[in-house]
């Protein structure tokens, strides 16, 4: 049985999570939606963050496991707070699944919690090349939140794998699997094999849709999706969005498949971006979160489909 509880004390309940809103200002912002913490096996918990980037951490009697570190070093205090309601053992492991700064950021308040950080090789490849990116890209976020970017510094993985990693802690097994790039190169899927529960990073996200600014290939994504949503799981834990099923893995696959679909049209008809912007692609899945954002996702997927490579890619 999933125990759940929030750590807002604000009823937003409802709030549609799926769409943002704009501020007077002209900033457009998600919507409040309280950060929930699921327990969604004995041990495991799930931190639904809906504004920002989701983890979660595994506690066991040896130390605890750690999935992604948040956005910033007070963002990931935010969460070692929360494990702590959990748990005082140890944090033994953070495993970064993908190189969005997001989700490693936080990485030096871990680093001082003495965490080994694990990562596949081409996460690590990304973070060294395109941290200075990543640092720009998150500018407004910064000002927004009023958080130092001096105190974000890069911490690299002390492990990398290339296709699986085992680990065993307190008597329990995880499984870090690369079945290729999808979102991006190096993009890991924690699985929990006994529990029957994946954190999936960025590949897959429920109801969202994702940026494929680093993605190299669409179809390979479809396709990582399709043999993750055919595994033996009950319960898909994404980067963002809340706990999904199988289902929702699919649903996330046939709008990515839309997506490559209808811009490989516009492009082989030889539409410019502008044109392709203005024709209110894609209004199917309009609902969907982030649909707001989709002209830089045109921009993006146009780029890849006209020059073959993606606008942030894996270092040569």
Not at 164 to 180: A, C, I, W
Request: net charge neutral; hydrophobic share 40%.
């Amino acid at each position: 049985m999933r125990f759940k509880f929030m750590f807002a004390c604000v009823l937003a309940l409802g709030l549609p999570v799926t769409h943002a809103q704009t501020t007077a200002d002209g900033t457009v912002r998600e919507k409040f939606v309280p950060i929930t913490v699921t327990e969604v096996a004995p041990g495991l918990f799930f931190q639904y963050h809906h504004q920002e980037s989701n983890n979660a951490w595994l506690v066991t009697d040896d130390g605890v496991l750690v999935i992604d570190s948040r956005q910033h070093p007070k963002r990931a205090e935010e969460l070692l707070a929360a494990i702590r309601k959990t748990t005082d053992k140890p944090i033994r492991y953070v495993i970064n699944t993908h190189a969005h700064g997001d989700h490693y950021f936080g990485n030096p308040v871990f680093k001082r919690e003495g965490a080994t950080f694990i990562a596949h090789r081409d996460t690590q490849r990304m973070m060294q090349a395109h941290h200075g990116a990543e640092m720009k890209r998150r500018t407004g976020y910064f000002k927004q939140t009023q958080f130092d970017p001096a105190e974000v510094r890069l911490v690299l993985p002390d492990v990398t794998f290339d296709s699986k990693l085992t680990l065993h802690l307190g008597g329990r097994t995880v499984e870090l699997l690369y079945l290729g790039a999808g979102q991006n190169p190096g993009d890991t899927l924690v699985y929990f094999p006994k529990e029957k529960v994946i954190f999936s990073g960025g590949p897959f996200s429920k109801n969202s849709w994702a940026n494929p600014q680093f993605t190299p290939s669409l179809a390979n994504w479809v396709d990582l999706l399709r043999k993750v949503a055919a595994m033996d799981i009950d319960q898909y834990l994404g980067g963002h969005g809340d706990i999904g099923a199988k289902q929702d893995v699919l649903n996330e696959a046939q709008m990515l498949s839309d997506f490559d679909a209808g811009m490989r049209a516009a492009v082989k008809k030889g539409l410019s971006r502008e044109e392709i912007f203005k024709s209110a692609p894609f209004e199917k899945y309009k609902d969907v979160r982030n649909y707001y954002r989709m002209n830089l996702f045109i921009n993006s997927y146009y780029h890849l489909l006209t020059t073959g490579k993606p606008e942030v890619a894996l270092p040569d």
